[in-house]
């Protein structure tokens, strides 16, 4: 099939808005979109002119609010055409738009729309708004929350309405002036592993000059199919995910659902598709438990199917010499890469990891099954991208080379300070956290230590997350987790020993391995049996297995397992799926204190 570039630069565009109008009038008749219709269980295309004449609706219900440009709209939604609608009519209109994570706390919700004085509030319908009720009467700025679906009349607050009444308006022209790019377009809250989130003020130029960086190193074709399922909260989706598509012409298809992911995958078969670690873990998990239960011969073969797929990736990467092993590449790839690359679909061209760090086993997988898997790495504040590998220079151990239009340096404690147009204005009414953050000359702090080799880096953690032991030895504990969770028995995991005289970790089993191996070891279905002496030394040996390419000051002492799962709703994970350190460690400070004892 021949495919074709067709990008819009982002002096042509000028702000958000500008983007679309420009692929309309460029593309009018392709499709911008597929989305599933609940209605009639069918999958539906809308062209760019039909999402045109759609937008041009809802910025007609917006205008009703009189609301003067600056002010503040927040919406709650799955991805969705709708949230599309939403986002290009509010920016059309110079209002700044906050997006929410549907999956986060109803207090982190108040906080947010609190802090920005928010005046319109969109989510999918009363199910959500329920959650939210305690929260959202104290919230006098609102003065509208638009509900999508399951729309009933509330009496006891005239500020909802239904979507189907509120967008009940003649559509509103579309303009062709497009404001000024270093207008504020949208204030995005940081996920907040440390204390209360900050509001990341993104400019239209920010995110523009980020997406056509992001072009500059990955070619996007208007045949390519993006499949977004990462929040368009998160920016890495909307970025990534949703403006650079449009910049590019490509259709973009929004999933049912993440359970109906891999049924979705195969499908709609996408060739673009990004996602964070978590995703990836998974689907490795899924491989690892499935391979457990084949014969020998089955593991064995797809051990070296990935064995001569990762020699492969390495020889055209111009890192490795020509092997006779290359040789049975192309019979492994067919009978078993083949039949997993068909299980994501069988279209992927490229697949962005990003948000969070990677296992370098896992990419090494998914490489040596010829999945084109590209970290990448970047911060809400550099709105988002600030590295990532290319097709053609692929170094999984790191996160790449900086986009073009970055600058990047190390300062203290190796420290990474990135510059450039994609870095934001600052936080939103917090000055001091702003100078904190940012230099005088325009460099920004990322939190982040690094190693820059050849241009390409590579993350080593988070300083505010490196553990001191009491002798001073420093480990970089994200990458020990990563290494554990490699083993399917492990859902969660978290290293603890700063100031301590050694490492211990807090475990979260995955409960389907957990039974298989309770089963094992015989011992009874009980709470108790996760204190099992027999159960700690069968654990604590899978640990070690994992670590032994480890300094042998990281060895894992003694372990504290729990089948109750860290999730966004117990507080002790962040909407974007990071894990919150202080709060599981004072959760489990009893137990933690006894393994020190």
């Keep these: 099939m021949q495919r074709h570039t067709d990008y819009i630069a982002p002096d042509h565009a000028h702000t958000l808005h500008g983007l679309f109008l420009r692929r309309i009038s460029r593309s009018p008749q392709t499709t911008a979109y597929r989305y599933f219709n609940k209605i009639n269980e069918i999958w539906e295309d809308i062209s760019w002119l039909e999402m045109g004449e759609r937008v041009a ?52 919700i108040a906080y947010i729309l609190e802090e920005t004085d928010t005046k319109i509030l969109l989510c999918p319908g009363l199910s959500y708004w329920n959650d939210l ?60 592993t440390t204390g209360p989130p900050k509001g990341v003020m993104l400019n239209h130029r920010n995110i523009l000059e980020n997406s056509y960086a992001g072009l500059k190193t990955i070619t996007i074709y208007q045949e390519d199919l993006f499949l977004s399922f990462l929040p368009m909260s998160h920016m890495l989706e909307r970025t990534v995910g949703y403006y650079l598509p449009i910049m590019a012409g490509a259709t973009v298809a929004f999933v049912r659902s993440i359970p109906q992911l891999q049924e979705d995958l195969q499908h709609l078969q996408p060739t673009a598709l990004i996602a964070v670690p978590r995703i990836f873990e998974k689907i490795h998990a899924g491989i690892e438990s499935s391979l457990a239960k084949k014969n020998c011969l089955a593991q064995r073969l797809f051990a070296l ?49 990003g948000g969070a760090a990677l296992s370098p086993e896992i990419a090494k ?55 450039g147009s994609c870095v934001m204005a600052g936080y939103w009414k917090d000055s001091a956290a702003t100078a904190q953050t940012m230099t005088t000359d325009g460099w920004l702090r990322t939190g982040d230590q690094v190693a820059i080799n050849n241009n390409h880096i590579q993350i080593i953690g988070r300083l505010k997350e490196i553990i001191v032991l009491s002798n001073s030895e420093k480990v970089a504990p994200v990458d020990l987790e990563m290494a554990i969770t490699l083993d399917p028995l492990f859902e969660q995991v978290m290293v603890i020993g700063e100031k301590r005289p050694f490492l211990t970790l807090v475990a979260v089993l995955e409960q389907e391995a957990w039974a298989e191996l309770r089963a094992t070891l015989h011992l009874p279905d009980s709470d108790n049996s996760l204190h099992s002496d027999k159960l700690q030394q069968d654990v604590l040996a899978r640990v070690d297995q ?25 507080g002790l994970l962040t909407p974007t799926l990071k894990i919150k350190r202080k709060k599981i460690a004072d959760l489990m400070e009893e137990e933690i204190e006894k393994m020190y004892a």
């Excluded at 910025?59 to 939604?77: C, D, H, P, S, T």
């Excluded at 111009?318 to 997993?340: E, G, N, Q, T, Y």
């Excluded at 994992?546 to 117990?570: C, H, M, Y």
């Design 133 to 192: 009720e305690p929260v959202l009467n104290r919230l006098k700025n609102i003065q509208r929350i638009v509900t999508l679906d399951f729309c009933k009349v509330q009496d006891e607050d005239p500020r909802i309405q239904c979507s189907s009444d509120w967008l009940a308006c003649k559509p509103l022209a579309l303009d062709t002036e497009f404001n000024n790019g270093d207008d504020l377009a949208s204030i995005v809250f940081t996920s907040g």
């Design 365 to 419: 997988l998914f490489l040596g099954l010829g999945l084109p898997l590209c970290q990448g790495y970047g911060l809400t504040e550099t709105s988002p991208v600030v590295s990532v590998n290319r097709v053609e220079d692929n170094l999984p151990s790191g996160v790449g080379p900086p986009l073009p239009g970055v600058e990047v340096k190390t300062g203290k404690d190796n420290e990474l300070l990135v510059r």
């Design 305 to 353: 199917a990935v064995k001569t797929g990762w020699h492969r990736f390495e020889y055209e990467q111009k890192r490795a010499s020509w092997s006779p092993l290359l040789f049975l590449h192309p019979l492994l790839d067919k009978l078993i890469a083949a039949k997993v690359r068909e299980k994501l679909g069988g279209n992927l061209r490229i697949i962005i990891s």
């Design 57 to 108: 609706t809802w910025k007609a219900a917006l205008a009703k609010e009189q609301l003067e440009a600056g002010e503040r709209v927040a919406l709650m939604l799955p991805n969705s055409p709708e949230w599309v609608c939403f986002d290009i009519a509010a920016l059309s209109l110079g209002l700044v738009v906050v997006p929410l994570f549907a999956n986060d706390r109803p207090e982190n």
């Design 546 to 570: 994992r670590l032994q390419s480890f300094p042998g000051f990281a060895w894992i002492k003694q372990v504290v397992l729990t089948l109750e799962p860290w999730t966004v709703e117990n």
